[in-house]
């Protein structure tokens, strides 16, 4: 199975914050991951496809990186709205894998 | 719109069944494959399984094969997940989610499975 790696697990911020969230890969996953906000009791929703597609919907401060075996969520100005967990998807191969999650919190 | 809605859920006792449900709608369910990922309290998403969009293949996560059976009718619009042989670790809110571009794109708001004695 493809272990992925995300980090860091947890980050508090202020709104205005640049913030960056890493996605490490045990093996090569070409471009295939997703990257996915969830607030608690919702439903995950996804930001980023084929590592650097924007969604549909989903606004332009969020971006993606990476192929290979390191990925990057950046927020280029992180909003009120924006405090969630944020997880890694890597659909190379099944099983499909995610990471543990990074919860960004209110400095 | 694209709508997910599952249902269902509820408590069983460990060893029990149960047959979850996703009714899909605003969408042409047959031409997606499609998911179920899984979140047990407090914890991580983790994948269940998948199905192909005629539902002519399937894939299982490890945790669950043998137990678990993902299936749809596409007449229907509509998933399920049959669980057998279920155990506490199985506690979680499971999600349904249609495939786009490779990963899952649309996701239901989830229904609460609980076993326990």
């Known amino acids: 199975d493809i272990q992925m790696t995300q980090s860091p697990s947890s980050l508090s911020a202020s709104v205005g914050d640049r913030v960056t969230i890493t996605c490490r890969a045990s093996q090569g996953i070409r471009n295939d991951l997703g990257w996915y906000q969830q607030t608690p009791g919702k439903a995950p929703k996804r930001l980023i496809y084929?590592?650097?597609s924007l969604q549909s919907g989903v606004p332009s401060r969020f971006s993606g990186s990476g192929s290979g075996t390191e990925f990057t969520l950046t927020i280029s100005s992180l909003q009120p709205e924006d405090f969630a967990t944020y997880s890694c998807l890597q659909h190379n191969s099944y099983p499909l894998t995610f990471g543990g999650g990074t919860k960004v919190d209110l400095k | 719109e694209v709508q997910l809605v599952e249902s269902g859920g509820g408590l069983v006792q460990p060893g029990g069944s149960l047959r979850l449900s996703c009714a899909a709608s605003g969408f042409t369910f047959s031409n997606y494959w499609m998911h179920w990922v899984r979140q047990a309290p407090g914890k991580g998403l983790v994948w269940v399984s998948r199905i192909k969009s005629d539902g002519s293949s399937t894939s299982h996560a490890d945790s669950v094969k043998g137990r678990f059976t993902i299936s749809r009718d596409n007449t229907k619009n509509t998933l399920y997940l049959q669980m057998n042989s279920l155990r506490a670790e199985d506690t979680a809110v499971y999600y349904c989610a249609r495939e786009k571009y490779g990963s899952p794109d649309y996701w239901g708001p989830g229904t609460l499975v609980t076993v326990s004695s």
């Open positions: 084929a590592a650097s």
